[in-house]
């Protein structure tokens, strides 16, 4: 340390200080916790368990230790962290529905897919798995590098050798510092076919390794629901995501009756949890098809449901459950792992197996090399011996005459430091004649290895040749049926709810603050009704518990509502924006039954406009549906139902307009046509109407109605007129929402 250090001040930008500690963080998060290795598949706290726990001899053949045994040492060796967070690291790796090949073999309890959390790392014990001593072959024979822990007192491998495809057959999880990774699970056997493919053909496509490695292989089952083209494009880019569902089968009852049974549910979803959440659905009322639901599940998964009619079809019940539960769920695909040269990147899949393949080539060059060091060293001992067994008397005579018998014997027989030793160091039963039958045996099995391995690294085609052979043998050690399926995007299956809702009417009540409620019955138009401080009546309309209402928003957006889930009158209602995605800046301009047959104009404050049919007011997301397209400072406006041939269209500056429909056109969505011009302000209503029959305004109690139109027709996108006397001052038709 510098003598000027102690007691020194330095003037730093805080910006520049949080920035420095910040990267540091990150980059130790990114590096040294969330993101797996591409050869080996493992993060650092699971790599110092398995190498921790090869230490204290725990092998698949060994009896079993205290887990708080392994933990200890992890903690106190290798990994400075607390000991929950590396207990429950090695309880993952032995919970068969969290990992596909599970790497460590529990014995106690060791939690269940309800969430249940293992017991306390005093009661249970561990060893490793035959999936663990592969990943572990090799670590003695300098197949990898190794570096000071934390504490510099011991050594860590930088990676295990990995024999076993582990990245992709048991996935992996998990979240830094401006970066996540989700890799799923695969089988075994499938990826070693797509890496033999490789090896046999380096500039395969991923198409071609989907061939032999189809998809992801959850360890719970169930079934992926995915086109091929969606499948291929994820793995291609490494990024994607992918449906899965659970699997059911249709068990007949008594009386024409049946149930549903759950056997295997998606990955990564707690059994205990769904059925919670499908329970407090039937309990809200938002599953109208289900009737009951039970676990029935002992070491296998069987989850009873019930409809709530046997003429309900069980695709549509299970249809039903699948968009409202988490029986159908998503899994992303985020292939982000650390490289070789310990950088994050996203791989595809083809990049994936390219960088375990190449690792084991390097771990079979330097595993040779380690093997020949020694073969080279053993053969030098061996030749030393040879050489002393031709005169075995003179080594004696040596060995009890001179003072330093080491010289004297390198002098005598030209003989390595190495080999004077060993000699020396040699037993006297070493000194039968059979002996040295045994050295000349060993000596020419040694130099046969070693030709061999000198050939094997001398030739690339016979080192994959030898990779493809363990990669082989691999394939058959761990060979298992595939437990997911996979199976093409399913087709829509259209829920009808509304057939098992009793058919009832309601009032629906929208005040001007956005609260909204249904009372039964068609109350009166003119009934009072009670709101919040400061609040008024929006809307009034009466409508049944089986329609679905269309909910038009100044944003431009089309809602859809079934009205069976409206709350009822009792209170002040709730507020409309939590039953559909609206902005607090946005606001109802209408709420209508649509029709199909029916054709509808929608108006902006702009005075733009088109027509659009029924059958497109309706959407099946919350978010809702973007019907019209609108320019900064714009809103929608209105709403008029087309039932006549002319529009008569009214503006803030008291300009009146009529202009023939067929002059608007109709679209699907779109941001319309101008429909009457403005210098200042925006349009103040509209109205449509039989040109023949007269326009009709009203005026207090009195409706007026005007014939003679010709001063006040003229093409779209005119500016108008002022209206005839005796047209309201408002600048309204009095027509509102209710003619919809």
Partial sequence: MPDDFAGRIDDTRLTDALSERYLAYALSTIMSRSLPDVRDGLKP??????????????????????????????????????????????????????????????QGNFGNIDGDNAAAMRYTESRLTKVAAALLQGIDEDAVDFRPTYDGEESEPVVLPGAFPNLLANGSS????????????????EICAAALLLIKKPDC?????????????????????????TIQQAYETGRGSLRTRARWVQEPG?????TIVITEIPYQVGKSRLIEQIAELLNDKKLPLLADIRDESTETIRIVIEPKSRVVEPEMLMAS??????????????????????????????????????????????????????????????????AVFLNLDEVIRIIREEDEPKPALIRHFTLTDNQAEAVLNMRLRSLRRLEEMEIRREHDQLTVEQNKLNALLDSEPARWKAIAGEIETIRKNFAEPRRTSIAAAPSLVEIATEAFVEREPLTLVLSEKGWIRAFKGHLPTDSEQKFKEGDRLKLFRHCQTTDRLAVLATNGRIYTLRAADLPRGRGDGQAIRLLIDLGNEDDIVAIFIPQDERRYLLINTAGRGFIVAG???????????????????????????????????????????????????????????????????????????TLAAGLTWKLGDKTRTEERLTDWVGPRAAAGRLPPNGFPKSGRFGSGEQDL
């Fill in 45 to 106: 706290v699971h790599r110092r368990l398995i190498y921790a726990m090869h230490l204290l001899k725990l092998d698949p053949g060994a009896g079993f230790k205290k887990c708080a045994r392994v933990v200890g040492d992890v903690i106190g060796k290798y990994h400075p962290h607390g000991d929950a967070a590396v207990y429950e690291a090695l309880v993952r790796l032995a919970q068969d529905f969290a990992a596909r090949y599970p790497l460590i073999e529990g």
């Fill in 174 to 189: 998990g979240i830094a510092v401006g970066m996540a990774t989700s890799i799923p699970p695969h089988n075994a056997a």
């Fill in 205 to 229: 496509s991923v198409a071609e390794l989907l061939v032999h490695m189809r998809g992801p292989d959850f360890p719970t089952g169930g079934e992926i629901v995915e086109d091929q083209a």
């Fill in 254 to 258: 008594k009386n024409g009756t049946w």
């Fill in 321 to 386: 459950l699948f968009k409202a539960t988490a029986l159908e769920s998503r899994f992303s695909l985020n292939m982000n792992v650390l490289d070789a040269q310990r950088s994050p990147r996203v791989m595809g899949l083809r990049d994936l197996l390219r960088a375990w393949l190449d690792h084991r080539h390097d771990i079979l060059q330097r595993r040779a090399a380690n093997r020949l060091a020694a073969i080279a060293k053993r053969l030098e001992i061996l030749a030393g011996y040879l």
């Fill in 615 to 689: 059958s497109e007011l309706a959407a099946e997301k919350r978010t809702g549906k973007q019907i019209m397209t609108l320019k900064p400072g714009e809103e929608v406006k209105l709403c008029v139902l087309v039932t006549g041939d002319h529009l008569a269209i009214i503006g803030e500056n008291r300009k009146l307009l009529v202009t023939p429909i067929d002059q608007i056109p109709e679209m699907q969505r779109g941001a319309g046509v101008t429909l009457q011009k403005y210098k200042d302000g925006g349009v103040a209503d509209a109205k449509i109407f």
